[in-house]
């Protein structure tokens, strides 16, 4: 059974810009700038529609500014802050946000209908510039990587999902258990030149490399396969516990987050090792760059706008005689000439 409208439990569509007082034009010049022009956006875009099958101009806005507040690292910011600040006008502007929708939030979309292992349908939503020549979820040398690591990572994390704790069908008879799925934090369909940048890594991280290394230990966890396609759709993601004890992370999702009080319940999982030299456990760098991306996906609202543009594309076969799938078919275009 399907809503036909919100729920009183609902999370809310978005999160609004706060005002222009987060950063000191003093101490941080360009970030007060940067933001500034995200806000400007916002009013600029009163009364004017984007293209056909575009994100709205008020979306473009809640993007570029939540990616400036959510970047995971100082550099990541200085890097995001600098691209807003180079174009000339709001319609660059606009244009630099849809490609990061893609690149942000799209790309780890993708991934959500693709298979480590085999066994899924593609998904119709791919990144820009993002991973074939990574390896790809194809076969080959990754594809054996990922074979060999994946037994490595079912045993570091004791045959169970890290986020459920459910027991794996792997480790006893298969009705004993769930099913469990071998996930990258960080997936090939990803522009990983750009996330780079924004997530600050360094210049010889593996996932820097000419060809990068997603099938490594430290970019896996295990999951069962329901957890599996929310934390790849954005839907679930970790957070870093504040006090950091024994490298605790806090299970996060939109509805949980919408409602963060002293009341709400919470829940935390660990990652641990008897062996962080052969079986290390999964880099903190790559799971603060997917809770950004997740986090700016549901701030800004671009997760509903992508589920939705996703569905419109899996339903279009060809384009009807009125015109009225031009919208969609126009925006897989943008998204596909956004490089």
Not at 10 to 15: H, V, W
Not at 24 to 30: A, G
Not at 139 to 156: F, M, T
Request: glycine share 8%; charged share 20%; net charge negative.
């Amino acid at each position: 059974m399907t809503r036909s409208g919100p729920h009183k439990d609902d999370p809310p569509p978005f999160e609004p810009l706060p005002d222009n007082n987060v950063f000191s034009h003093q101490t941080h010049p360009s970030w007060h700038d940067a933001y500034a022009r995200c806000t400007r956006l916002f009013f600029w875009a009163v009364g004017r529609q984007p293209p056909p099958g575009a994100a709205s101009y008020d979306m473009c806005s809640r993007v570029l500014g939540h990616l400036v507040l959510e970047a995971p690292t100082e550099s990541g910011r200085d890097w995001v802050c600098k691209r807003i600040l180079s174009c000339p006008d709001e319609q660059a502007l606009a244009r630099l946000a849809q490609k990061f929708i893609f690149t942000f939030i799209g790309a780890f979309k993708a991934s959500a209908g693709q298979s480590l292992s085999g066994g899924r349908d593609s998904s119709s939503l791919s990144s820009p510039g993002g991973g074939s020549a990574a390896g790809g979820l194809g076969g080959g040398a990754a594809h054996s990587n990922y074979q060999d690591n994946r037994i490595l990572v079912l045993e570091r994390d004791a045959y169970k999902c890290t986020i459920t704790g459910s027991l794996g069908a792997d480790s006893g008879p298969p009705a004993q258990g769930a099913l469990l799925d071998v996930t990258l934090v960080i997936p090939p369909s990803v522009d990983i030149r750009t996330l780079s940048r924004y997530a600050g890594l360094s210049n010889d991280d593996p996932l820097c490399a000419p060809t990068p290394r997603f099938y490594r230990l430290e970019n896996m966890l295990t999951l069962d396969d329901d957890v599996s396609d929310a934390f790849r759709s954005l839907n679930v993601w970790l957070e870093e516990e504040k006090q950091q004890r024994n490298g605790e992370y806090q299970i996060v999702t939109w509805q949980s987050s919408a409602e963060d009080s002293e009341e709400s319940p919470r829940y935390t999982t660990a990652f641990t090792s008897t062996d962080l030299r052969t079986r290390p456990v999964p880099s903190v760098h790559y799971l603060r760059l997917h809770a950004a991306c997740a986090r700016v996906a549901h701030k800004s609202g671009a997760a509903a706008y992508i589920e939705e543009l996703a569905r419109d594309i899996a339903r279009l076969t060809v384009l009807a005689e009125d015109g009225s799938s031009a919208g969609v078919l126009a925006a897989a275009l943008a998204r596909a000439a956004a490089t």
